[in-house]
């Protein structure tokens, strides 16, 4: 038998734990740690005698105050420019995701972001918040580009340099007009339209569901959107795949039918101003040459 004291220690004791792990995701992981995730992808599809690539993913900012403000954005900015990467893009949703807090404005935002530097440049693509807050992503797409980011809507663009040549492709939103994706601006053949030759294509689209209709033309496809579930338990993993995809493409990077795919958590959040278990992360990944056996 456990006697009334022992059982309200107990009881108090799970009240701290539980106040104390609340307090954890809501004021300490989203808003102070950031950590680097690294992949090393042989790609079929990568030339074997180009060098290996090195790409900076950065995902769903989702930029007000005070969960994402200025200055946390100004240390992302900081922390991506000291990873030595080749390019560094921009995966979409900047716009805050949390309603009821105080936005920045996207001209402050794109400054920021435009601190990014990287020889083969800053390239950029919109998520569904981009759409939903102005219907338009009209004015960011404008401050972006006038901050120096390469901001790409349902095209493709041929980049060279220091040993690099292959096809960057950028989607817009699946979801721009909404969740059940009734407005969805998505157009991968038109994307895809200018692409020529044999060099490989990297493909941005911010939703992983838009990987079901990527061919093996496709090196490989970066996306975010997810992030990462926001909250992931014990055993469970994450409990809400966050309009992620029957497959479960929440994080991490997947092989389907033999097409890869990598699906970074981002930085921000939307919804709830939570996370657990899910830090707010860069997405460091080098593509390489598979080796022919």
Do not use: C
Request: charged letters at 15%; glycine letters at 10%; zero cysteines.
């Amino acid at each position: 038998m456990i006697d009334r004291r022992r059982f309200l220690q107990m009881l108090l004791g799970s009240a701290a734990g539980f106040f104390s792990l609340g307090g954890y995701a809501f004021a300490v992981e989203p808003r102070h740690r950031l950590s680097v995730a690294e992949y090393d992808l042989a790609l079929p599809r990568w030339p074997a005698g180009a060098p290996p690539l090195k790409v900076a993913l950065l995902s769903d900012i989702h930029i007000s105050d005070p969960w994402m403000p200025l200055e946390r954005v100004e240390h992302i900015v900081a922390t991506a420019n000291s990873l030595d990467v080749d390019v560094i893009l921009l995966l979409g949703d900047y716009l805050a995701g949390v309603p009821g807090f105080r936005r920045v404005p996207i001209e402050a935002m794109a400054a920021a972001l435009g601190q990014l530097q990287a020889p083969l440049g800053v390239h950029a693509i919109m998520g569904n918040h981009d759409y939903r807050w102005r219907r338009t992503p009209t004015p960011l797409v404008g401050a972006l580009r006038a901050a120096g980011i390469d901001v790409l809507l349902n095209q493709s663009r041929r980049i060279r340099g220091h040993g690099h040549d292959f096809w960057l492709a950028g989607t817009e939103s699946a979801l721009a007009g909404g969740l059940d994706g009734s407005d969805g601006r998505d157009d991968l053949d038109a994307t895809l339209a200018g692409v020529d030759g044999e060099r490989p294509v990297v493909l941005m689209a911010h939703e992983p569901t838009q990987f079901e209709s990527v061919s093996d033309r496709v090196a490989v496809t970066f996306s975010g959107h997810t992030h990462g579930g926001q909250v992931a338990l014990p055993l469970i993993g994450a409990p809400v795949s966050h309009h992620s995809t029957v497959h479960g493409w929440v994080r991490g990077h997947y092989v389907h039918q033999g097409r890869h795919l990598v699906v970074t958590s981002g930085l921000g959040m939307s919804l709830l101003p939570i996370r657990f278990m899910v830090p707010p992360e860069i997405a460091v990944v080098t593509l390489r040459a598979a080796t022919v056996a």
